[in-house]
């Protein structure tokens, strides 16, 4: 039994040794895929690690190139610089500078750095950061011109530039592009180069910044973003938005008028809105707009029976559209953009399913504080851009601030009591449009007869040297009386000049050149050993109200700023040179004289922008209110200025001409006249002109107003109300008579018709007659004329205004129908002076762009046009026409405003920039501009 027992136990273990085998192999297999499960996990967790690791480099790459953007919008709005602001490129790859620029070779091409291919291989960022050249180089080229801005541990790269090409649409703005990359890159640290962990990871992102003021013919900016509705246009006169080249003699006169407007928008007109608006055609046959209508709101026609009529033209001028397109209001169901052309504020297509929305844009604000939020750009451009000296003040030395007297790198001007404040009392009160709108009213103590004479600076631009030191100057009069005294300038080097007065003759503070400074000795001699070089910025600004007019020296360009509103007394020139005579070839490109287009002027007001008409005939001397009288003597209009026998009270008044210009006109004008409205005060009065007074004329430029009506007297000898001069009773207290001479050689007037040429005018009593009664003037003027505004307007608070003036002919009995019934004009007055509601042959242009806060009311506009917007087609009862039939106040859209190249319209295509900075960037047309306060556009690469 034992036996057979271990048998059993023997048989029973002695199991195959397979059996273990499988066992262990199962074992082996589990823990594989135990193994490669757990290295299956692993990777995935590691490989969502490192996706995760990139999602956030993406995102801090994207977090970088946006930091970009920010950082050149906040530059661009508060720096000192404004749109002119660029960041230092960092020009890799070239042979620089000592100040960083590019040494341009002999072959007209940036000098190659020794050790660019090796800067090429190792500088991770080179492709951006190398110098910018349009055409491939290598060392240099078309995506160059990067800087660089370092950011813990990335960077980003960014390029802002401003390349104005008619032909582009997005050219007018300015391009911000912005590069964020991870990692840290030090040019002296190698490290950081490539092979070296660097990251080829990058995002780019681009942006558009507009300047908006330079862009528009019209820009409604509605600053307070109101929901009110703004007019443009004038009921009873037909609005031209731009032109066509008016016949085939007229080339190169062509304007386009891209508008803009915040807000709901309400046309006036009369019969018909012409529209003219250019565009680019693709190789597909596409129409891309240049300009636009852009209203961020409803658009309305005041009067349903007006028609609005576009016409599309391409660059050259030439029309696109043999017939034009009729643009319907907002609600119309038919309403069209014509092809992206004119779009309103709608959320909904038009009839083609083409989009129409438009989005406010804000405007640009004038008095931004700086980077510091302590104060605006242009005071430190200005006060604060001056040396520090000491000097006397009220016996004391004290330091003084030399920006403070206009000696900084611009000029400041404190005149911050000239000003014009709106009350409201019991009475009424007073408001600057009634004061506009109502001559000598009782509220207002700025109305001298019929001038208007607001509290102001005077600037004066000259085109030249007049005060012998060699560089063009302006000159600047204070009117304001600081601390009850008057004004009293001092010199650049602090010492108060009371020979020089309230009047200071000063060089442009050019940004090109900067500005040389001589001393003078009391008599005005120059001390060439004593002299100062100061650095320009191209800006003027003054705390209060400005006065100006004149014409820009060549090349130059020019920013104006007032803190209060800004009133053109009369022609503002691109310079001219007046011994070149008039082109009249059919090709002229510029058939206006020849203007300098390298030259720009902006006028930046906080409040208004107004044109004050009744200074075309500006009056040099002061008018006391002793020296105005009411015509009929019961203190109520018209009124008019006594000129009496004292020196003092004789009549100065300058004026100029601008270049002539008329689409209906066949020729440009031969002859000009003298038109006076006058009479003597209690009797016959006597008196002798003078036109350009200087003595290498005759009669030291006496003028012969009685050449050949009364024999007995001199000829330089005219009695007003005297029986042989004028019809018997009349000319005498508030009988006046309106008389008119002629300006011609043969009466000894050696008037100057070039564009921007100053001519004096002087009328006094004559001192040789035996009688002496005051003389009374209630009108003068110099017909025909031009005024020529070329310029920025903007006006930040305000509006854009003209004053009117009193009617030049103030009898409301001596009417055109009133001629025509009875073949007759009234008693003392000539054939050839104006009828009562008819304006002068004085045409107004502005040849800029205007941009203001809110349009002045639709019935101001009407008191304006009545006045000067429908020149007649003759002189009064003459048939002699007049050189501007038909025609008014027109404003044009220059188109060097929208694209400052030098070249423009002379090339095919069009590529030198006005204005450059020193690493030869384009810059906008006038120094030192503000921006708009929002980004165009953000997004990807365009």
Request: charged share 20%; with cysteine.
């Amino acid at each position: 039994m034992l036996i057979d027992s271990m048998k059993v136990r023997d048989r029973h273990s002695r199991l195959p040794l397979g059996r273990h085998g499988q066992t262990l192999v199962i074992a082996i297999m589990v823990m594989f895929i135990l193994a490669a499960v757990g290295a299956v996990f692993v990777a995935m967790v590691g490989r969502n690690l490192l996706r995760s690791q990139r999602f956030s480099d993406i995102d801090i790459a994207a977090q970088l190139a946006e930091a970009g953007i920010r950082y050149a919008d906040t530059m661009l709005t508060r720096s000192e610089e404004g749109a002119d602001w660029r960041p230092k490129p960092d020009n890799d790859g070239v042979v620089t500078n000592p100040d960083g620029t590019v040494q341009i070779g002999s072959d007209g091409k940036p000098v190659p750095a020794p050790n660019w291919q090796e800067m090429r291989d190792q500088y991770p960022d080179f492709q951006w950061t190398r110098a910018y050249w349009p055409e491939e180089l290598g060392y240099a080229g078309p995506t160059g011109g990067f800087s660089t801005f370092p950011m813990g541990e990335g960077r980003f790269l960014l390029r802002v530039s401003y390349n104005p090409d008619p032909a582009d649409p997005f050219s007018k703005y300015i391009k911000i592009e912005s590069i964020g990359r991870l990692g840290v890159f030090d040019k002296n640290d190698p490290t950081t180069y490539k092979g070296h962990g660097y990251s080829q990871l990058r995002r780019e992102i681009t942006a558009y910044k507009p300047i908006g003021i330079t862009d528009y013919l019209r820009f409604i900016t509605n600053k307070d973003n109101r929901p009110r509705e703004f007019t443009l246009g004038c009921p009873g006169f037909g609005l031209n938005l731009g032109r066509l080249d008016p016949d085939s003699t007229r080339k190169n006169w062509f304007r386009g008028g891209p508008v803009r407007v915040n807000g709901d928008l309400t046309w006036y007109s009369g019969s018909q809105i012409n529209i003219f608006l250019r565009g680019v055609e693709t190789t597909t046959g596409d129409l891309i707009p240049v300009e636009r209508i852009e209203v961020a709101g409803e658009m309305r026609l005041a009067d349903q029976t007006t028609s609005i009529l576009l016409t599309r033209m391409r660059p050259d001028g030439s029309p696109i559209d043999s017939t034009p397109i009729l643009l319907r209001q907002s609600d119309d169901p038919d309403f069209t953009t014509a092809g992206g052309f004119c779009r309103d504020g709608s959320d909904r297509t038009d009839v083609n399913k083409a989009p129409r929305g438009i989005r406010r844009i804000d405007p640009p604000i004038i008095d931004t504080f700086d980077l510091t939020r302590s104060v605006h750009r242009y005071l430190v451009l200005t006060l604060y851009s001056g040396e520090r000296v000491r000097g006397l003040v009220n016996g004391r030395w004290r330091w003084i601030n030399l920006g403070e007297y206009g000696w900084g790198r611009g000029i400041y001007i404190g005149n911050s009591t000239d000003k014009q404040d709106e009350s409201e009392t019991l009475v009424g009160g007073y408001t600057m449009r009634a004061d506009w709108l109502e001559p000598n009213n009782p509220m207002s103590p700025y109305w001298n007869g019929p001038f208007y004479v607001p509290p102001g600076v005077v600037i004066t631009l000259h085109p030249n040297d007049t005060d012998g030191d060699g560089q063009p100057d302006l000159t600047i009069t204070r009117t304001d009386a600081p601390g009850g005294r008057k004004y009293v300038w001092r010199d650049a080097w602090g010492n108060e000049r009371p020979e020089w007065g309230s009047t200071v003759t000063m060089p442009y503070p050019d940004p090109n050149k900067g500005r040389t400074i001589y001393d003078r000795d009391q008599f005005g001699n120059i001390i060439w050993t004593r002299k100062k070089q100061l650095d320009g910025n191209g800006v003027i600004y003054a705390e209060g109200n400005i006065r100006i007019r004149g014409m820009l020296p060549p090349g130059m360009q020019l920013t104006v700023v007032s803190n209060r509103t800004i009133y053109i007394e009369g022609n503002l020139l691109k310079y001219r040179d007046p011994s070149k005579p008039i082109d009249p070839s059919p090709n002229a490109l510029d058939p206006w004289r020849g203007a300098d287009n390298t030259c720009a002027l902006a006028l930046l007001a906080r409040e208004n922008i107004c044109i004050n008409t009744t200074q075309f005939f500006s009056p040099l001397n002061s008018i006391s209110p002793e020296n105005v009288g009411s015509d009929a003597g019961d203190n109520r209009p018209p009124f008019h200025v006594i000129v009496t026998a004292s020196p003092e009270s004789r009549m100065r008044c300058a004026f100029e001409f601008g270049p002539w210009e008329s689409e209906t006109a066949k020729s440009a004008p031969a002859n000009w006249f003298l038109y006076l409205r006058h009479s003597g005060q209690g009797g016959p009065s006597y008196i002798n002109a003078w036109l350009n007074p200087t003595s290498g004329l005759p009669d030291f430029g006496l003028l012969y107003l009685n050449l050949s009506t009364v024999p007995y007297l001199p000829k330089h000898i005219w009695g007003v109300g005297d029986p042989a001069f004028n019809p018997p009773g009349w000319g005498i207290d508030a009988s006046f008579v309106c008389d008119v001479f002629s300006l011609d050689l043969m009466h000894n007037a050696h008037l100057r018709t070039e564009p921007g040429i100053l001519n004096l005018l002087q009328i006094a009593l004559d001192e040789t007659t035996y009688t002496r009664h005051n003389y009374r003037l209630g009108g003068l003027a110099v017909q025909p004329m031009d005024v020529r505004i070329e310029a920025i307007l903007y006006a930040q608070e305000g509006s854009f205004y003209v004053i009117p003036g009193q009617w030049f002919n103030p009898n409301p009995e001596d009417t055109r129908e009133a001629f025509q019934k009875t073949g007759m004009r009234p008693a003392g007055v000539k054939n050839d002076f104006p009828f009562y509601g008819e304006p002068l042959d004085i045409r107004i242009i502005i040849d800029g762009a205007v941009s203001e806060n809110v349009t002045a009311p639709i019935s101001d506009v009407e008191e304006w046009m009545a006045k000067w917007g429908n020149i007649p087609q003759t002189y009064g009862a003459s048939q002699r026409p007049t050189a501007h039939p038909g025609e008014g106040l027109t404003i044009l859209y220059d188109d060097h405003v929208g694209w400052p190249l030098a070249d423009l319209r002379q090339t095919l295509r069009p590529r030198t920039p006005i204005r450059r900075d020193k690493f030869g960037r384009a810059l906008p047309a006038a120094p030192r501009l503000p921006v708009c306060g929002s980004l165009l556009y953000v997004g990807d690469v365009m």
